[in-house]
Structure formats: C-alpha cells, structure tokens
C-alpha cells in the first residue's frame, strides 16, 4: 500500500535533540503533527513505514526518529493514494490555522514544494483529530485511523 500518514505526537516536557543535518534543537512540550509518506513496496510500503514509527527498537535515519525516542505517538492517520500527497497535506494542516510551523527543515529536506518544515505543533482548541480528519478531506483523500 502507498499513501500519506499523519503521526499524532505527544511530548510531555521540553527536549533537545539533535536532528541529523539539522543540528541539535529544542522541541517543546505539547502535542506535535509530523505528515510523512511512503510510496513504495515492501519494506517502504504505507503500513510498513507506520509500523516502524511506532517500534521502540529502530536503526535512527530520519529526522522523526529522534524526536520518537523521546515522545510517543498517540494516533496514526493515513490514506491510501498513488500521487504524493505529503506537502500538500502538510500545507493543508498548516493552512488550517489550528498548528504552528516545527524546526524548518524537520522532515522535509527532500521537499520541492517550500515546505518550510512537516512537523507542526498543535495549538487550536479543537479536537485534534477532526482538524485532521479534515484537512485530509479537504485535499481528497479519505483518511483511515491506524491501531496504535
């Protein structure tokens, strides 16, 4: 399967990480959005790549995985899709007025869209998850809630 995902993140305290090429930056605490996506098979297959998030016990290879070893993942929402959506959901988050914009650069360093990063943090008052419920929506895709 291939799609986009968007990783509901929880940090219970101000933390300093360093980020591959990013260098070492601090993340408040609160709760985070990272919009990732995975377009291939196998082991780079949209439910592989969610599984991997979510396992404690990984090699570090991207910018998300050193913020998870120092937060949880609370919720994972993906859909499936054959175009590459994942600066367009990014951008459909942000534009929701509900988030601000996380470390510029965080996991989108391969971005042609000027994303100036797909890490955000969640500063509305809303649920959450019908924010992004509907900022997926809003883009065409019908997003799916996966089991964490």
């Not at 913020?67 to 054959?82: D, F, G, N, P, W």
């Amino acid at each position: 399967m291939k799609g986009v995902y968007a990783l509901i993140i929880s940090l219970d305290k101000i933390t300093s990480i360093k980020a591959g090429s990013l260098g070492s930056m601090a993340i408040q605490d609160g709760t985070w959005v990272y919009v990732g996506s995975a377009m291939g098979n196998g082991s780079t297959s949209l439910e592989n790549r969610i599984r991997r998030h979510l396992t404690a016990e990984k090699a570090i290879h991207w910018h998300i995985d050193y913020l998870l070893e120092k937060a949880s993942v609370v919720r994972a929402l993906y859909s499936e899709t054959q175009n590459r959506q994942e600066c367009v959901l990014a951008s459909a988050i942000f534009n929701s007025g509900h988030f601000a914009l996380g470390p510029k650069g965080f996991g989108s360093s391969d971005c042609h869209s000027s994303c100036g990063s797909h890490l955000f943090l969640y500063e509305g008052s809303l649920q959450i998850e019908e924010v992004l419920l509907n900022a997926f929506r809003s883009i065409g895709l019908q997003p799916k809630n996966w089991i964490v």
